[in-house]
């Protein structure tokens, strides 16, 4: 599922094209994608508005429009949201998954089957933003701006690890008492959010902690090391443009480059790019979770 790399990556590809943009019209092609209120009532409450902002908290994405009013975009499993450019051509071929079965698009394409919201722009073009959402975990939802901040799912989220509020005092702070194991802390969102399943293991690899160690045995020289390797691990994907290893795309609809510069998600069965030592799989949180024996040692 998109993370926090991949979502940042998508917001920071619609905000030239999609701010200061007036929605003429919202379409809802799949109703069950709508939350809170019906599609054709979210049609028209947000017909006519402009976007003013788009900013991103954890993985979701938020468009703040005219009259206080916000759409949030949580991309589930397998949600797109891409800019469709009048001026440029449709690509229309579509790659198959080999795990999955599953279409991608290549690039820019028209809707398709799996296209389930367009919200279409002021020009004689039609220039719009679409999303699309194989698997259907996604959803839309249009809140009072006042409101997002009150929403459960957004009131529990921790600390951002790329924003200014990311100091060790805070970090120390947020993890101060926890208890089980370090994995499963990262992906919970409770204390640093952002982090699935493929930067907990990158974090975990880059600090050098078992990602099944116990959080409350962490001494401050450890706690340090993964402080300093979150952020590192998230930049380095946010300048690669995300992973892309199945569904998800840019704004343009092109490929993320980060999954070529993995040390550990996904490797199980080959050599530790640091030790040699060949990589292990095991469980965390019903998560397959990728880690070197020798540079992790569970202590």
Same mark, same amino acid.
């Given at each position: ?15 030239? $094209? /999609? ?8 379409? !809802?092609?799949?109703?069950? %994608? !709508?939350?809170?209120?019906? +599609? ?11 976007? @003013? ?15 206080? $009013? ?7 499993? *397998?949600? %797109? /949201? ?14 198959? #998954?080999?795990?999955?079965? &599953? %279409? ?48 459960? *799912? ?17 970090? *120390?702070? =947020? ?11 990262? &992906?919970?969102?409770?204390?640093? /959010? ?5 930067? =907990?293991?990158? +974090? ?8 099944? %160690?116990?959080? *409350?045995?962490? $001494?401050? =020289? ?12 998230? $930049? ?7 992973? #892309? ?11 993320? @480059? ?9 490797? =199980? ?14 469980? /965390? #949180?019903?998560?397959?979770? !990728? ?9």
């Amino acid at each position: 599922m998109p993370e926090l790399p991949e979502v940042e990556t998508i917001r920071r590809g619609l905000e030239p $094209k /999609v701010v200061g943009r007036r929605i003429v019209q919202a379409t !809802v092609r799949l109703k069950k %994608q !709508v939350r809170g209120m019906g +599609a054709p009532a979210f049609e028209r409450a947000i017909k006519g508005r402009k976007i @003013l902002r788009a900013r991103r908290r954890a993985k979701f994405l938020l468009f703040d429009l005219e009259g206080a $009013k916000t759409l949030l975009i949580h991309l589930g499993m *397998s949600g %797109q /949201v891409s800019f469709w450019d009048h001026r440029k051509p449709d690509e229309n071929r579509f790659t198959v #998954s080999p795990l999955t079965g &599953l %279409q991608r698009a290549v690039t820019q394409h028209a809707p398709d089957k799996h296209t389930h919201a367009l919200f279409t722009f002021d020009q004689a073009g039609g220039d719009r933003m679409q999303y699309r959402d194989i698997r259907q975990f996604g959803y839309l939802r249009l809140l009072e701006t006042d409101a997002i901040d009150k929403l459960p *799912s957004i009131r529990r989220l921790g600390l951002e690890p790329l924003g200014a509020g990311f100091t060790w005092d805070a970090f *120390s702070t =947020a993890l101060r008492g926890r208890r089980g194991m370090l994995k499963a802390l990262l &992906l919970n969102q409770s204390a640093i /959010v952002g982090l699935g399943n493929i930067y =907990a293991d990158e +974090a975990c690899f880059a600090s050098r902690l078992n990602p099944r %160690q116990d959080v *409350s045995r962490l $001494k401050e =020289a450890q706690l340090r090391d993964l402080f300093k390797a979150i952020p590192a691990v998230l $930049k380095q994907a946010l300048g690669n443009g995300g992973t #892309s290893l199945m569904d998800y795309r840019r704004a343009d609809g092109t490929h993320g @480059l980060n999954q070529g510069s993995l040390a550990a998600y996904g490797r =199980a069965g080959q050599a530790c790019l640091r030790c040699g030592t060949t990589l292990k799989k095991t469980q /965390v #949180s019903q998560r397959t979770t !990728v880690y070197c024996p020798h540079c992790q040692r569970l202590r």
